[in-house]
Nanobody, 117 residues
Framework: QVQLVESGGGLVQPGGSLTLSCANSGSIFSIYAMGWHRQAPGKQRELVAR?????????????YYADSVKGRFTISRDNAKNTVYLQINSLKPEDTGVYYCNQDHYWGQGTQVTVSS
C-alpha cells in the first residue's frame, strides 16, 4: 500500500521561503508522476505543480506549474530517497493553505503553510 507523508510546512513571513517534502513508500517511486496540490481556506483543492516519472519518459522528466506559482515554485524529486520536494520562494499570503502531495489516487495527510506577517 502506498503511503505519502508530507512535511516542511509552517508559518512564514511574506517574501520568505519553504521547502516541502513528500516521502513515498510502497510503490516503485521512480516510475510515477507526483503532484503537489494546495487547498486554501474556503476554496477547492488545486494542482500547483507536477513532475513526471523518469523511467517511462524519453528525454527526461518534465514538470508542470500552475500560472499562479510559475517562477516561484520548483518541484523536484530524488528517486534514491523516494521523495518529492516543493521549493517555494517569494511566499505570498495567498499561498496560505494545506499542501498535499499525490501519486495517482493516493494522497498524503497534508502540511499547513501559513504566510503572514
Amino acid at each position: 500500500q502506498v503511503q505519502l507523508v508530507e512535511s516542511g510546512g509552517g508559518l512564514v513571513q511574506p517574501g520568505g521561503s519553504l521547502t516541502l517534502s513528500c516521502a513515498n513508500s510502497g510503490s516503485i517511486f521512480s516510475i510515477y508522476a507526483m503532484g503537489w496540490h494546495r487547498q486554501a481556506p474556503g476554496k477547492q483543492r488545486e494542482l500547483v505543480a507536477r513532475i513526471t516519472g523518469g523511467a517511462r519518459i524519453t528525454g527526461g522528466i518534465s514538470t508542470y506549474y500552475a500560472d499562479s506559482v510559475k517562477g516561484r515554485f520548483t518541484i523536484s524529486r530524488d528517486n534514491a530517497k523516494n521523495t518529492v520536494y516543493l521549493q517555494i520562494n517569494s511566499l505570498k499570503p495567498e499561498d496560505t493553505g494545506v499542501y498535499y502531495c499525490n501519486q495517482d489516487h493516493y494522497w498524503g495527510q497534508g502540511t499547513q503553510v501559513t504566510v503572514s506577517s
